[in-house]
């Protein structure tokens, strides 16, 4: 019996959740608190397999340095997204892999486009980039406060009801030439219900370990609920296309969580049949001499030792 392919044998931790556009998209019709059919115990262990296959890709990857894995997390506070990363990536060689996390843009990024400063840390051929929250931001908390919008410093004339419309159309045409480029995008949307980040909040409060990422901002943005969840659907429903789908990640438990994002990872990596670089003939000739040197070398040395 012929062996299956890694896309399908994780196939139910990730068709379900991906997003291409080829169909409506409504948020409330995907479940925060899904599981796939799995309890914990059993997702830790495809957790497990997959960081191995993860690292086993990731120095193909490197080695062969042709493509580059952009990986997008966002999420609303305390959906899970630095805790996956760590999880995800545990074991992965730091060499070919960088986190860039974006917050409020600095006066310095402000003076130039919303897709600059994410343009300044893509990753280069054979790395793995991961952005912690993205150029999505500008398409979501500015039209939650659209009073930032007056210090993006953006000509008073360009602002109109079609912006959003447009940055729409700019990002999709970007990540189109990012992949035409060689650059594999994987984005996600880490879903989780207004209940559980009530609870994640309360857990920050009591542990000693956690109450630093807590911060007031994330209570009054808490209000907002409504607001980000009808702005992420419209970014999910107009920028899922089939080179940069979206997945939009059940993520009321972590750990499954985890597994959606990490099946999809490695699945995406395997399609791209990624090989060590062979050497040509000329090298391999050289390389035989190089050998015989070196042994030779190990022989006199052994030679002179003895009495």
Known sequence: ??????????????????????????????????????????????????????????????????????????????????????????GINPQGCEVTSFKQPTNHELEHDFMWRCVASLPKRGDIGIFNRSYYEDCLVTRVHPELIRHAKIPPKLVTKNMWRERFEDIIAFERYLSRNGTMILKFFLNISKEEQRKRFLDRLEEPGKIWKFSMNDVTERARWGRYQAVYQDIVRHTSTKVAPWHVVPSDHKWFARVVIGSTIVAALDRLDLRFPRADKASLEEFAKVRKALEQEDAGTRKKKQP
Do not use: Y
Not at 3 to 22: N, Q, Y
């Open 1 to 90: 019996m012929a062996k299956k392919s890694l896309s399908t044998e994780l196939d139910a931790f990730i068709s379900p959740f991906r997003i291409d556009g080829s169909s409506k998209f409504h948020l409330q019709s995907h479940k925060t608190n899904a599981k796939g059919g799995l309890d914990k115990e059993a997702g830790e262990k495809i957790l497990d397999a997959n960081r191995k296959r993860l690292a086993e890709f990731q120095e193909k990857l490197f080695a062969q340095d042709r493509w580059s894995v952009l990986v997008i997390l966002q999420g609303l506070d305390a959906a899970g997204k630095d805790s996956a990363i760590k999880a995800i990536f545990e």
